[in-house]
């Protein structure tokens, strides 16, 4: 049979197996691969909540989705065109997001009849049971070759068979005309220390690679171009460290130096581990013992005069909301990063939502306002986390920047910025005063106070949670304390001034406007650009700034004949924009699954009001 090379624009690769099958990393290492080579890339980790669920087990499925194209890539993809299933029960899981012209790997050894059964099929053929039997089944040995290939590596039948991945991996190389070298790379700085992993791993890989070249199940191989990008370095980075490292940068511009006080909770634990790495660059990071703690010690480190940062998910940030009013009282600058997931409670702590919206706007006791901005792509994680920075330093107030556990794991090649191209940071520090210092008088356009660090002379001060005068002492007055909450709620407001414009994408005027914020972005867009493309009048405005909201946003609202609110969640921008606008008529689209949008939902959403 005569070998063909087909070239594809994009293709969508699903990786599927138990928890402990190692398809995270293959995943990554897959995508790492394609993003050097050139591809457009964007990946979507999906993984079990539960610790260790019960092995071969629908609930203990963990899987990895790649998305490589040779231009925009803006999603992790819908359906996949290729699904590795290293168990019965992955496949199950996942059979549902195959395309009908999909190929689907299967590790046939683990297909006996106990596997099938453990899985919860009601038969003894998943294929007929699942109505994929038109599918592209490769079905191969992969526990069995895995152990003839390695019988001689010295290594135990554990960790034999933990290898499976790399056998699986070193099968989609050949069948998209992956180089090899960058795995063998990662290999050799992952256990210098283990020389016999490395070349384990290594034969494990090249022989899975020969395999899949000499079986006549794969006459095919396909190949997606480099994409066209800009001149520059460009690295593969997760929302997560693209977090990190604007916060890093925020210190940087400002010449403050970064505090981290932190509980680790998932999705948002990966800011802290990065921020630990990075002592060299005047990174003070604190473990602390609960949220409470995290939140109070960064509190006291920006009193103190650092850059002040606390990472969190949603039920961290229920615990943190009295401390937050502390922060908002005081006019202390700090960041709340909040990573969101599943809820309420502990919920489904590994799946996204945008369900922590409403409790950044309003989760706290009295009135307290706090700005609350957005991140809308793993890439962009950077520039929200610097420009949160930017502005909780410049107007002294905390502001919360609201990612998403989508945008937190996953990732797409992100080119590396120049420094010189992002704004100083200007902290409102006073050095000196003439008279006794006053701390809560406030710059006259921006109602911003200035930052007296302790240790100054003459420039002595409380602050706390109770009331103050704008002199700083402790006043129960009350059209003091009403003067004081409206000079508070004025700062957030006046930060409208500072921000951009809100932007659309598509025409000016169109029947329909799409409305999201966060990580629904790329599927938003994605949708609307193929509706676009299909004549349809559509267009699309994505906020990354939701308080305060861009100061022109009746003015985008009054151009389009209907509006349609995107959300993972039942409708927290909606009504919030219902309370802000209301001389606009909302509609809405909402999905509230612990899974990203679909494409094809947005579409058909929209389609249904034009």
């Not at 992969?142 to 933990?162: A, F, P, V, W, Y």
């Not at 002595?460 to 059209?479: A, F, T, Y």
């Not at 009054?558 to 959300?567: D, L, M, S």
């Amino acid at each position: 049979m005569q070998h063909k090379v087909i070239d594809m624009q994009n293709v969508v690769i699903r990786f599927a197996g138990d928890s402990g099958d190692g398809m995270q990393l293959t995943g990554t290492l897959f995508a790492d691969a394609s993003a050097l080579y050139g591809n457009e890339i964007s990946t979507f980790p999906d993984y079990p909540a539960e610790i260790r669920a019960p092995q071969g087990t629908v609930s203990g499925v963990s899987g990895f989705q790649v998305h490589i194209g040779s231009g925009e890539v803006h999603t992790p993809g819908d359906f996949c065109d290729v699904l590795v299933a290293m168990n019965p029960a992955a496949l199950k899981a996942n059979a549902k997001w195959t395309k009908p012209t999909a190929t689907i790997i299967i590790d046939i050894d683990a297909f006996d009849e106990a596997g099938i059964k453990r899985a919860g099929y009601a038969t003894l053929d998943p294929f007929v049971e699942l109505k994929i039997e038109d599918r592209n089944i490769i079905p191969s040995p992969i526990t069995t070759l895995t152990k003839e290939s390695l019988k001689e590596s010295g290594l135990d039948n554990k960790s034999i068979l933990r290898s499976k991945n790399m056998f699986t991996l070193g099968m989609c190389f050949f069948l998209f005309n992956r180089s090899l070298d960058h795995t063998y790379e990662y290999l050799e700085d992952k256990f210098k220390k283990k020389p016999k992993l490395i070349e384990a791993n290594k034969k494990v890989l090249f022989d899975g690679f020969n395999y899949a070249s000499n079986i006549h199940a794969i006459p095919n191989t396909y190949m997606v171009q480099p994409a066209p990008q800009e001149k520059g370095v460009y690295r593969n980075i997760n929302g997560n460290q693209a977090t990190a490292w604007g916060l890093l940068a925020a210190s940087e511009k400002s010449g403050i130096p970064l505090f981290c006080g932190s509980y680790p909770i998932t999705p948002a634990t990966g800011i802290l581990e990065e921020l630990a790495i990075h002592k060299y660059l005047g990174v003070k990071t604190m473990q602390a013992e609960d949220e409470i703690a995290g939140i109070c010690t960064a509190i006291g480190a920006a009193y103190a005069g650092n850059f002040a940062v606390t990472t969190t998910s949603g039920p961290g940030l229920s615990l943190k909301s009295e401390a937050m009013g502390l922060a908002m009282i005081t006019e202390l600058p700090l960041v709340i990063v909040d990573v969101q997931r599943g809820g309420p409670s502990t919920g489904i702590p590994t799946k996204t939502e945008q369900t922590d919206l409403a409790q950044a706007l309003y989760g706290r006791n009295g009135e307290c306002p706090i700005a609350v901005m957005a991140a809308h792509s793993p890439s962009h994680c950077f520039d929200a986390a610097f420009y949160a920075g930017k502005y909780a330093m410049e107007h002294m107030m905390p502001v919360i920047l609201l990612t998403e556990g989508f945008l937190g794991n996953g990732s797409e090649p992100w080119k590396i910025p120049s420094m010189k191209d992002y704004p100083e940071i200007h902290p409102p520090i006073i050095d000196s005063c003439e008279g006794p210092y006053k701390p809560y008088h406030r710059d006259p356009e921006t109602f911003v106070r200035k930052w007296a660090l302790p240790g100054k002379a003459g420039l002595e001060h409380r602050v706390g949670g109770l009331e103050k005068n704008p002199d700083g002492v402790i006043s129960s007055d009350p059209i003091n304390h009403e003067k004081m909450c409206a000079a508070r709620a004025e700062k957030v407001a006046r930060m409208a001034n500072f921000i951009p414009k809100q932007e659309v994408i598509g025409a000016d005027k169109a029947d329909v406007l799409v409305v999201g914020w966060g990580g629904t972005f790329g599927h938003l867009y994605s949708a609307v650009q193929q509706m676009r493309s299909e004549g349809k009048s559509v267009a699309l405005a994505h906020f990354d700034y939701i308080n305060p909201l861009p100061k022109n946003t009746a003015e985008v609202f009054a151009r389009y004949k209907k509006i349609i609110v995107c959300e993972l969640n039942s409708g927290q921008f909606v009504d919030y924009l219902r309370a802000k606008l209301p001389d606009f008529k909302y509609l809405q689209y909402n999905k509230v699954q612990g899974q990203p949008f679909i494409v094809k939902e947005i579409v058909d959403a929209v389609n249904n009001i034009l």
